[in-house]
């Protein structure tokens, strides 16, 4: 091959390669904006998801319904034969756990806090069964109406 060819050829490369990666960086950079957009709604979602998961576990934890719960007002029988799901109850024994060692007392946004502590340790399925536990609260509450009767006399 002479290097007249040789040179035009290895120069059509560099070209393509250059715009190459310049398409490339472009979809990207489109890719970034769509991402942060959506991670940022996303994240509003699962934050809100975490919440109500976190109270509905903590009002079934707290049954004298005084706000708070502690390593007495929980007990493993208690837990056991309460409606939180079983695969809850073995996610937060480490919460248990340490509120037994500690004789710790907590409120409603001690435990959220908590929770949002544990829920970073925990792996992606178990993350899942906590945010599913909030949809599935939502179901089974019953829905609270509110209506009044009046009677009407026909004369």
């Known amino acids: 091959m002479p290097i007249g060819d040789y040179l035009y050829s290895t120069q059509k490369k560099i070209y393509a390669n250059r715009e190459k990666v310049k398409n490339e960086m472009e979809l990207s950079n489109m890719d970034e904006h769509y991402k942060l957009f959506t991670l940022a709604k996303s994240e509003r979602i699962i934050n809100k998801l975490k919440t109500e998961s976190f109270i509905g576990i903590f009002r079934l934890?707290?049954?004298?319904?005084?706000?708070?719960?502690?390593?007495?007002?929980?007990?493993?029988?208690?837990?056991?034969?309460?409606?939180?799901?079983?695969?809850?109850?073995?996610?937060?024994?480490?919460?248990?756990?340490?509120?037994?060692?500690?004789?710790?007392?907590?409120?409603?946004?001690?435990?959220?806090?908590?929770?949002?502590?544990?829920?970073?340790?925990?792996?992606?399925?178990?993350?899942?069964?906590?945010?599913?536990?909030?949809?599935?609260?939502k179901k089974s509450e019953p829905m609270e109406l509110s209506f009044r009767v009046e009677l009407c006399s026909l004369t």
């Not at 502590?117 to 993350?127: C, T």
């Open 61 to 137: 934890l707290d049954k004298d319904g005084n706000g708070i719960i502690s390593s007495k007002s929980i007990s493993i029988s208690g837990i056991i034969n309460s409606a939180l799901p079983k695969d809850i109850c073995s996610l937060y024994n480490r919460l248990f756990v340490e509120m037994e060692e500690t004789s710790c007392t907590l409120n409603l946004d001690e435990f959220i806090i908590a929770s949002n502590n544990l829920f970073k340790l925990l792996s992606l399925p178990e993350k899942g069964s906590i945010l599913r536990f909030a949809k599935q609260s």
